[in-house]
């Protein structure tokens, strides 16, 4: 197991399987509709019924993103089938390709962890400078700006992200959920959505 999986502790499953969820929505955004429950989040398919992707239970064997391998982890649970094995050595579901290292939190990208990240955050929510934020096509829903900007992580990003980068900074608040502990201003993990960062320490 790496360090970076390590790091993850048990408080953050749910943020994970919030993760591992909104990848397979990416993955079936074709899709004419959801098929996860609004309240639970399982997901629903006609033919095996729910499916539950917060596996804590399984311990180290829960389903999760690895960041670092850029692919799904771990067994999620049919109440039809059983037990659902989402990779083994040699059949996975990987995001490799669309990943580049960034710094949780680091809006304006320069590569440090600060005061202008947080006014990075502020200005693309409300005053439109930057236009954008440094993900996907740099919409609020980018499933990128996601995991880059969402600090306060309820899988959407506004003023509370803001209000959370601003009190870890300043008031030793709560560290970004994909930060490295203890290393959250200065080490950069594999990030799905968002493009390489040159500036990542
Ligand atoms: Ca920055
Ligand atoms: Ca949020």
């Known amino acids: 197991m790496s360090e970076l999986q390590r790091t993850f502790g048990g408080s953050r499953a749910i943020f994970f399987g919030a993760l591992l969820l909104a990848g397979l929505l990416c993955v079936r955004q074709a899709l004419p509709q959801s098929n996860i429950h609004p309240t639970n989040k399982f997901a629903w398919g006609e033919n ?14 829960r389903a999760r993103l690895d960041l670092v391998a850029q692919r799904f982890r771990g067994y999620a649970w049919g109440e039809n089938v059983g037990w ?17 290292r960034q710094l949780p939190g680091d809006c304006n990208q320069d590569g440090d962890l600060d005061l202008s990240d947080a006014v990075c955050a502020l200005g693309v929510l409300f ?8 993900c ?3 919409s609020l829903t980018h499933f990128g700006i996601v995991f880059l ?19 870890f900074i300043f008031s030793g608040g709560s560290s970004h ?4 502990l203890g290393m959250e201003t200065s080490a950069c993990v594999v990030m799905p959505g968002c493009p390489d960062n040159s500036n990542c320490p």
Request: proline content about 6%.
């Open 84 to 100: 659902i094995n989402l990779d083994d050595s040699t059949h996975f579901v990987e995001f490799g390709g669309l990943s580049g």
């Open 127 to 134: 005053t439109g400078n930057p236009p954008v934020f440094p």
């Open 177 to 180: 959920t994909l930060a490295i």
């Open 136 to 138: 996907g096509d740099g």
């Open 48 to 61: 095996i019924g729910w499916v539950n992707f917060d596996t804590r239970s399984k311990g180290t064997e």
């Open 149 to 167: 900007i969402d600090w306060q992580p309820d899988w959407a990003v506004d003023l509370s992200d803001a209000i959370a980068a601003l009190t």
